[in-house]
C-alpha cells in the first residue's frame, strides 16, 4: 500500500514510465495515457478520494526522482500526462456513476408515482432514497407558470431552503411533468407547509396542492393523484389560493362521483338558460359571482362591475326561465350545487 492507504496496483508501470520519459524525453503513447485512464476509472469505482490518488502519484514521483537521469522537465511533464490521464478516468467514471445514479432515480420516482412497480419491491428501492413506505406519506405538488426539470434553478433553490431548514428528514423532492413535488412523511405537516411556502415564492405566483396523508406503499401515488385532481378542481373552479389541501376539497369530489347523476341535475336546474338572449353562459357567472360572495347582492353586483339594479334584474331573469329563485333558501342549496356542477363539468362550453 502507498501513502493514505492506496493500493499499489493504481500505481503500476508509473516509475518505469518516468524513467523512461527523462531519460529520452519523451511523451506517453496513446495506449499508455489510455492505461492510466483505466486506472483511474478502477480506482473512482472502488471507492478512493481523487485527493489521496494524486498525493500518492507526487509521492511515488518523489521516491522514483533520485533514480530518474535525465531531464527534470521531461519527468515533470510526465507525471503532468499521466495524472491528467487519471484524472481524467476518474472523473469519467464519477461521471458515469452520476448519470447511472439519476437514470435509477428517475426509473424509481416514475414507479413510484405510477405505481407500476410490484410494491414489496418498490419499498424496498424506495429506503435508498430515504424513504419507509410502511409509513403514510403525503405529497405536495406546485406548478408555476414555466416548466421545471430537476436541474432548473427554481427546484435546486427551493430543495436547497428545505434541507437547509429540516436536513435528512426522509424527504424526496424532485419533478414530473413540470411541476415540482415534495414528497414527505404523514406526519411532518410543517414540511410540506415549508415547501409550499417557498415554491410559492420560487416560482413568482405559482399554485400549489398537497394531498392527503395515505398509508402502505401505495399511499404516495394516491396522495400524487389527489394533489393532481385538486390542481385541476382550483383551475375549473377558478380558486384564488395559492395553496390548496385536498382535504379541504372533498366535496368536490363527492358531489363528482356520479358524474352522470351531476350532469342531469345541471341540464334539468340550469338548462333553461340557455335559451337566454346571449346564452347560458352571462347568467351562470352572475349565479357564480352571487353564491361566491355569500348572496350579498351589492358584493355580487361590484365583482361583476354592475348596478345593483341590473343584478337584481338578472336574478329574476334566472327565477323566471328555471323556476327557482336563487335569493330563496328552499332553492338555493340545488341552484347553487348545480353551478358548482356546471364549473366541473365545464359547461355549457362543454355538453353533457
Not at 320 to 326: D, E, R, Y
Amino acid at each position: 500500500m502507498t501513502g493514505h492507504d492506496i493500493p499499489e496496483d493504481y500505481l503500476s508501470g508509473y516509475a518505469l514510465l518516468l524513467a523512461e520519459a527523462s531519460a529520452t524525453g519523451r511523451r506517453l503513447t496513446r495506449d499508455e495515457i489510455e492505461s492510466r485512464r483505466a486506472l483511474g476509472e478502477r480506482a473512482a469505482n472502488a471507492g478512493h478520494g481523487l485527493r489521496a490518488l494524486v498525493s500518492a502519484h507526487l509521492s511515488a514521483a518523489r521516491a522514483a526522482w533520485p533514480t530518474t537521469p535525465g531531464s527534470a522537465d521531461s519527468t515533470l511533464a510526465a507525471i503532468q500526462q499521466v495524472i491528467d490521464a487519471f484524472a481524467e478516468g476518474y472523473e469519467r467514471a464519477q461521471f458515469l456513476a452520476v448519470r447511472k445514479e439519476e437514470a435509477a432515480r428517475r426509473e424509481f420516482i416514475d414507479d413510484l408515482l405510477y405505481g407500476r412497480s410490484d410494491l414489496g419491491r418498490l419499498a424496498e428501492r424506495a429506503e435508498r432514497f430515504g424513504l419507509r413506505l410502511s409509513h403514510a406519506h403525503a405529497v405536495a405538488v406546485a406548478q408555476g407558470t414555466t416548466a421545471y426539470d430537476e436541474g432548473a434553478v427554481v427546484p435546486r433553490q427551493v430543495e436547497q431552503a428545505l434541507i437547509a431548514r429540516f436536513g435528512d428528514r426522509n424527504i424526496l423532492l424532485t419533478t414530473k411533468h413540470g411541476r415540482m413535488l415534495c414528497v414527505a412523511p404523514g406526519e411532518q405537516d410543517d414540511v410540506l407547509t415549508y415547501f409550499a411556502k417557498r415554491a410559492y415564492a420560487a416560482t413568482d405566483g405559482g399554485r400549489i396542492a398537497i394531498g392527503r396523508p395515505q398509508p402502505g406503499p401505495g399511499g404516495v401515488v394516491q396522495s400524487y393523484e389527489e394533489a393532481l385532481n385538486t390542481l385541476e378542481l382550483a383551475e375549473r373552479l377558478e380558486l384564488d389560493d395559492p395553496v390548496l389541501r385536498a382535504a379541504d376539497l372533498l366535496v368536490y369530489p363527492v358531489l363528482t362521483r356520479d358524474r352522470q347523476a351531476m350532469a342531469d341535475l345541471v341540464l334539468d336546474a340550469l338548462g333553461p338558460l340557455t335559451t337566454a338572449r346571449g346564452g347560458a353562459q352571462v347568467l351562470l357567472d352572475t349565479l357564480t359571482a352571487y353564491f361566491d360572495c355569500g348572496c350579498v347582492a351589492a358584493e355580487a353586483a361590484r365583482r361583476l362591475s354592475l348596478s345593483v339594479r341590473a343584478l337584481t334584474y338578472r336574478l329574476e331573469r334566472i327565477h323566471k326561465l328555471t323556476g327557482a329563485n336563487p335569493a330563496d333558501p328552499a332553492h338555493r342549496y340545488m341552484l347553487q350545487t348545480a353551478v358548482i356542477g356546471a364549473r366541473l363539468l365545464n359547461w355549457p362550453a362543454q355538453s353533457l
